[in-house]
């Protein structure tokens, strides 16, 4: 690893200054980015440690408002009575319970993807400014089937898909104070000129997630579908949620993890489920509709049929 | 003395049967009787050495900081073939800290001009800390020229110029077997490269003393890392002293000396302080060996009620770079079955991959799973139960040799496992899982291996002047136990509470010891242990006779006492003991032949229940029966872990695990735990493990043969006959991942 300077703050507004310098990191819980590090795939002159900020941590849960401090590490989220069910099951099987202990809610939504030949620091592919995706001819079995761009990366994150199910927005330190947006529009398909799986910058400061009234009240289910019982990242996990009216889905929401650059949604699949009753026919429809555009590449054509059906276990739980 | 006399041997090593000359004292005493009334062998016994490896006292290899010492970090390749043109280490010497910077140019004898795989050793950074090593490593700049290469097995199977045919057996005529079938299964299989991921890296630290060496390695087999870094380095065997306190595994991978040995040893001696190489995890899966990956074709001929005609088996096993031996993948169709013909051929292929090592039933685990899932593709063809399918082709007499065996109780292992497993339960087709979704289904397979060890192996007891005793022997323990073994054998024989039993092993300046390889551990060295056992105790009988006034021949020991025939005279060894001042009880004792005409194998049957998901290809391994015959069992409790540790590894080797190669880069995508899925503690089924009480007796003095492999060869097969029995989807490819059983199931 190279060597790097450190310096630990106790406000965000010194973070925020701090983080204004050249080669500059923030490191929360420091499971992702010190393994960039030690591959050396990042090589930043700075660490700064917000560990010390302690605005940024912790849970605030109202009837109408879920918010989550940003250095919350998923363990104590995972823990909290008032953290949302479909929070605690995406984060069941999260990693191992060790990282679950380290890793903070923050850090999980802006972890760099686990392309084989990303975190390879022999591979100079596309996302890493090489001339191309080394995993369309290579070995894919864990890559996207949706999806145009060049890289075909798919994102890692448990707890995203769970939270944009319920509409979560994200909390950013601003000049001004503070801003918000929906979490979904953090995460963009990389293109020639951002090689990047997010909008973050690496100057910016998340301060929290907030999930609200609303959403809170849906039904809500997360699926996880790994090789081995645990410790390993989704192949495949789906996110949904709705709210039930005598019987019938309204604000359907499903969203895949793991199947494409960004955490996946398919606009016409929820469509078929608003308005209806949930049953078996129904559900399948849904998952035929969800995986209709699917593409995959040589490796993963099993992905697709892993998809079809989480994502109509999901809609069918959403009944109970 | 007892007189010292050549004999030769017989010992079936990894598969393959080795005769050797071996020197041996004495003479034999016969295996303790069924009946024998044992207070420490036959019983659980916690490990003796338990609470230093869980509380973190146990000193490992890795864990050893001599004062001054330095660290080794090797810069290797990140080509698959290429030529090295140029080391430019200046970069990487002007860093704070690093000493060293040697390559072929500095050390001809460590490094090669051509690197044949991505790891080969091109160059070596040796620094004051690791993390100054590790860094300086990557300041090293190296001009490649890139060769032509092939990662991909099939590939290089077509090949010629990469293909050896290794061994060929054959019996009979398997053409005319063919011709006799009614029915003939003909299939392929193909198995992914398995690393071991000892949780100990693999490493070593050297020190020299004048022109002795002493090198602390992780290691199964101390003396030939002995003999190997000694030839190496030029140096004689007494000025080579190894040592392996503790390790953490090695399952074959561990069973020589590796180049960080003479790395270490060379660079040591140039730079005159202590050098510690030891591998980080990235290394252990590129360059410390692995399972073979095989493609195999098996042909099995059999009349319509199932006996079979022939059978025929072809096996390719890519080697890597290794070309010197290749596994036996198809030992198990030559020996386990009575069939009159028989043809197989083993071929060795080179890839440009990290060269391949024993692993724990070499050859065995891969050929058992072609074999034994083709016999049930033929019970399946002729709607026979395939337990009743294998009880038919039942061998009573080695095929290969025409002998008896020592002990052969197969027949009890399938009976007893089915009973365990509730095979009644089993349906042709499967059964029904709480959805619709859901499959189960059962599988039986079979395992056959040797593990009856032989001589060399010697042992010395020193009888201390307050009771206690030290056996002496150059023995390590790889983690399975052993010492806890030999400690209660030797108890046994001293009459002497566990407790008071120490060993002194894990060095090369004991008498000769046996590798903790090819299950024959405690086979080999054990009866050594309990002859030197025997020794003392005729000597200390000698002592309690002329203080109890008795002949020696008249009194016997039990529960620390010597006891007389007649008139019931009775003296407490502990008394004994204080009588003597100052003085060693010195006992001896050697391994001795194994017998002629019998054949030493072990046998056992594992059954596997699994529920398959049809939508998702998911497979979960419900349970796992395993019950073997292996004779005696010294410790049950070590014997069962022993069990599970195998099933648990071959488990992974079913379903998850599997070396990921870029063929077009030729780098290993998964070389850490995180992508390479060894099976977690929740994917470990429901184990039930269980042995045949009969003893062996013609085996050695012990009664026993060893357990280290036998219990991960079945396990693949029987999950994969389960998987076929639950859903329909025969899987010829390991691992049986849901990608595979969907496309299965769509066939
Ligand atoms: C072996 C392994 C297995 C894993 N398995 C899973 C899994 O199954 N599911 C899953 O979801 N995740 C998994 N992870 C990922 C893990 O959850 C993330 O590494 C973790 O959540 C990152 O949080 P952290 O606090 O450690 O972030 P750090 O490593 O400290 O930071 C990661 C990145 O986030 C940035 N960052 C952190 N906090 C903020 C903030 N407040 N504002 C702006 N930027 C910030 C950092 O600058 C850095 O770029 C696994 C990780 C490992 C190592
Ligand atoms: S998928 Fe993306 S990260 Fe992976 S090799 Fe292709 S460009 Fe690189």
């Known amino acids: 690893m190279k060597s790097f300077s450190y310096a630990k703050v106790a406000t965000a507004e010194e973070a925020a200054g701090l983080l204004k310098q050249r080669n500059t990191r923030l490191i929360a819980g420091g499971t992702d980015l010190l393994g960039l590090m030690k591959e050396r795939l990042i090589e930043p002159d700075r660490l700064v440690d917000v560990n010390g900020i302690a605005q940024l941590r912790g849970i605030t849960a109202t009837k109408e408002n879920f918010r989550v ?39 999980n939504l802006v972890q760099r ?72 529009q953090l995460y963009v398909a990389p293109t020639a000129r951002h090689r990047r799986e997010h909008a973050v910058g690496d100057d910016d400061l998340i301060l929290a997630v907030r999930i609200g009234g609303d959403a809170l009240r849906r039904h809500a289910t997360y699926l996880k579908f790994m090789e081995r019982a645990t410790w390993q990242f989704a192949v495949v996990s789906v996110a949904a949620s709705a709210r039930l009216v005598e019987g019938r889905a309204q604000d359907v929401r499903i969203v895949a993890g793991a199947v494409a650059n960004i955490p996946w949604r398919v606009k016409a699949a929820e469509d078929l489920l608003a308005g209806e009753k949930i049953d078996d026919a129904r559900a399948l429809a849904v998952a035929e509709r969800f995986v209709r555009d699917a593409r995959p590449l040589r490796d993963n054509a099993y992905k697709v049929a892993v998809l079809r059906e989480l994502v109509r276990r999901a809609v069918l739980r959403l009944k109970d | 003395m007892p007189s010292a006399r050549v004999v030769k041997n017989r010992t079936e090593f990894e598969g393959k049967i080795y005769e050797e000359l071996a020197l041996v004292q004495g003479a034999d005493i016969p295996a303790w009787s069924a009946d024998a009334e044992l207070r420490h062998v036959g019983r659980s016994r916690l490990r003796v050495d338990g609470p230093q490896r869980v509380s973190g006292r146990a000193r490992y290899t890795t864990d ?82 890139s060769l032509p290469f092939v990662v991909d097995l099939e590939e290089a199977i077509a090949d010629r110029t990469r293909v050896q045919r290794k061994e060929s057996y054959s019996r009979g005529d398997a053409r005319r077997g063919f011709r006799e079938a009614d029915i003939v299964v003909d299939a392929r299989y193909t198995t992914s490269t398995q690393l071991h991921n000892c949780l100990e890296p693999h490493g070593a630290v050297a020190q020299w003393d004048g022109e002795r060496l002493t090198l602390w390695e992780s290691t199964q087999a101390m003396f030939d890392v002995r003999k190997g870094v000694a030839k190496a380095i030029r140096a004689r065997l007494d000025d080579v002293r190894v040592i392996c306190d503790y390790m953490g595994g090695g399952f074959g991978s561990k069973l020589g000396h590796g180049h960080y040995s003479e790395i270490a040893a060379v660079l040591a001696k140039r730079l005159g302080r202590p050098i510690r190489c030891v591998m980080d995890r990235r290394e252990e899966n590129l360059v410390t060996g ?167 192996a010697y042992a010395t007891i020193h009888l201390n002047a307050d009771g206690t005793a030290i056996v002496r022997a150059g023995l390590q323990d790889i983690g399975s136990g052993t010492k806890t073994a030999i400690a209660q054998i030797a108890a046994e024989e001293l009459s002497l509470p566990l407790e008071r039993v120490r060993l002194s092993i894990g060095e090369t300046d004991a008498p000769y010891g046996p590798a903790s390889g090819g299950s024959m551990t405690t086979a080999s060295l054990g009866p050594a242990v309990r002859l030197a056992a025997v020794d003392v105790r005729r000597q200390l009988l000698e002592v309690a006779a ?202």
């Open chain 1, 69 to 107: 401090g940003a250095l919350t590490t998923l363990a104590e989220l995972a823990a909290h009575q008032a953290t949302p069910l479909i929070i605690k099951e995406a984060l069941a099987d999260a990693a191992t319970p060790q990282l679950r202990n380290m890793a903070t809610v923050g850090g």
């Open chain 1, 113 to 184: 993807n686990r392309c084989w030949y990303f975190r390879s620091a022999e591979h100079r592919c596309w996302l890493k400014g090489g001339p191309r995706c080394l995993a369309v001819d290579g070995d894919n079995r864990y890559h996207a089937i949706y999806g145009e761009g060049e890289c075909r990366q798919v994102t890692p994150s448990d707890l995203a898909p769970a939270l944009i199910a319920l509409d979560a927005t994200v909390v950013m330190r601003t000049d001004e104070g503070e801003d918000s947006l929906p979490l979904a």
């Open chain 2, 64 to 145: 050893l900081m001599l004062p001054g010492m330095l660290h080794a970090r090797v810069v290797r390749s990140p080509h698959p073939h290429a030529r090295v043109i140029r080391v430019d280490a200046k970069r990487a010497l002007a860093l704070a800290g690093v000493r060293s910077v040697v390559d072929r140019t500095s050390a001809p004898e460590l490094f090669d001009e051509e690197v044949h795989y991505v790891g080969a050793p091109v160059a070596v950074v040796v620094g004051e800390t690791e993390e100054i090593a590790a860094d300086a490593a990557h300041l090293v700049e190296i001009e490649y020229e």
């Open chain 2, 290 to 456: 692995n399972r073979s990956a095989t493609v195999q074709r098996v042909r099995v001929g059999a009349t319509k009620d199932g006996k079979l005609t022939a059978l025929e088996h072809v096996a390719w096993s890519g080697t890597g770079t290794e070309d010197g031996w290749v596994a036996s993948t198809t030992g198990p169709s030559n020996g386990l079955y009575e069939v009159a013909n028989v043809r197989s051929e083993q071929f060795l292929v080179l890839t440009n991959t990290g060269p391949f090592s024993a692993f724990r039933a070499p050859g065995y685990v891969e050929g058992t799973f072609a074999l034994e899932s083709a016999m049930d593709e033929l019970a399946d063809k002729l709607a026979l139960d395939p337990l009743a399918l294998r009880r038919k082709n039942y061998a009573k007499l080695d095929p290969q040799s025409g002998k008896h065996y020592s002990l052969k109780r197969l027949d009890q292992c399938y009976s007893r496992g089915a009973e365990l497993a509730g095979w009644s339960r089993r349906k042709a087709g499967g059964t029904a899982g709480r959805h619709a979704y859901l499959r189960r289904g059962m599988g039986v397979s079979t395992q056959v291996w040797g593990g009856g060890g032989g001589p060399p």
């Open chain 2, 546 to 747: 002329g203080l109890m006034e008795v002949r020696a021949s008249e009194i016997h020991l039990t529960d620390g006492h010597a006891v007389a025939g007649r008139g019931g005279k009775k003296l407490a060894l502990d008394e004994v003991f204080s009588k003597l001042q100052n003085y060693t009880v010195i006992g001896r004792g050697s391994r001795h032949p194994n017998p002629e005409d019998v054949r030493l194998r072990s046998f056992g049957a594992h059954f596997a229940e699994v529920e398959v998901d049809i939508r998702t290809g998911a497979v979960r391994v419900l349970k796992i029966v395993a019950v073997h015959q292996i004779g005696r069992i010294v410790n049950p409790l070590n014997a069962k872990s022993q069990v599970e540790g195998g099933v648990t590894q071959a488990l992974g080797y079913a379903v998850s695990e599997g070396r990921v190669l870029d063929r077009l880069s030729g780098h290993v995508m998964n070389a850490n735990l995180e992508d390479y899925k060894i099976p977690t503690v929740k994917d470990v089924p429901d184990i039930v493990v269980e042995f045949v009480p009969d003893l062996d007796r013609r085996a050695n003095n012990l009664g026993g043969i060893g357990l280290g492999e036998p219990p991960i060869i079945p396990t693949a097969a029987a999950i994969a006959n389960a998987v076929a029995n639950a859903c329909g989807a025969r899987v010829r490819t390991l691992p049986i991942t849901p990608a595979r059983v969907l496309e299965a199931l769509r066939r």
